[in-house]
């Protein structure tokens, strides 16, 4: 079946470092992917999207190319923040069908000043 | 809008109890999910509806539990009776049609003592 897999956290770095948080996949047929972001004692929202594949989801200085050929979306960051110190996670939507999201297991940031 | 409201906040109750989650989805919006948050097992996707139909409930981890939606803002998620492997976060999830994003509730904290 279709699934994430993430790098295991926790990630700790930091201020203004550079971040990388890997994440590959398995689906059939040509997912959307997402990366998600969970602040202590809040819910996920939406990070950055992408679509198709070569496309590249940006927001607040986060960025993610969905690479086809390495079945991968990494999330990069060039510079963190301390406010940046959250769970992430990537999750992958099945090509047809419903808006249902199979997410990674989460990857825990702690970014110190 | 005020987002997707979840309540309890917090639930506190002893293992054989049963337990009623709550949420109220964005006005509107006609996909609604249920996830379940753990340490062990990350975000797990226990069953989504469409139009307040049932569409997948595959992720319901037995017969103890049970989701309904009786109309387009409301929906629970109830668990009878409860066991102590019960306790994680419960998130409601809800988004405008498919393949639009995901809103999450800030989740309510279960704990089965």
């Known amino acids: 079946g279709n699934s994430v897999t993430q790098m295991e956290g926790p990630v700790t770095l930091s201020e203004e470092a550079f971040l990388t948080i890997n994440c590959t996949y398995t689906a059939t047929g040509y997912p959307s992917l997402f990366w998600y972001v969970q602040y202590p004692g809040e819910g996920l929202q939406l990070l950055l999207k992408a679509t198709k594949a070569d496309d590249k989801g940006s927001n607040k200085g986060f960025e993610a190319t969905y690479r086809k050929e390495t079945t991968s979306f990494h999330l990069e960051k060039g510079s963190v923040q301390v406010s940046d110190s959250a769970v992430y996670f990537c999750?992958?939507?099945?090509?047809?069908?419903?808006?249902?999201?199979?997410f990674g297991a989460g990857t825990r940031l702690a970014v110190h000043p | 809008d005020a987002g997707v409201i979840q309540s309890p906040r917090h639930e506190v109750t002893e293992m054989g109890q049963e337990v009623t989650l709550r949420c109220k989805p964005i006005s509107g919006h006609n996909s609604l999910f249920w996830y379940r948050q753990t340490m062990m097992r990350g975000l797990e996707l226990l069953i989504y509806?469409?139009?307040?139909?049932?569409?997948?409930d595959s992720g319901m981890p037995e017969d103890r539990f049970s989701a309904k939606m009786p109309n387009a803002s409301f929906s629970t998620l109830k668990i009878q009776p409860s066991e102590p492997r019960d306790s994680a976060v419960y998130f409601c999830a809800s988004s405008l049609n498919v393949g639009e994003k995901l809103f999450f509730g800030s989740g309510t904290q279960l704990s089965v003592l």
């Open positions: 509806f469409n139009n307040n139909v049932p569409i997948d």
């Open positions: 999750a992958l939507r099945e090509s047809g069908g419903y808006n249902k999201l199979i």
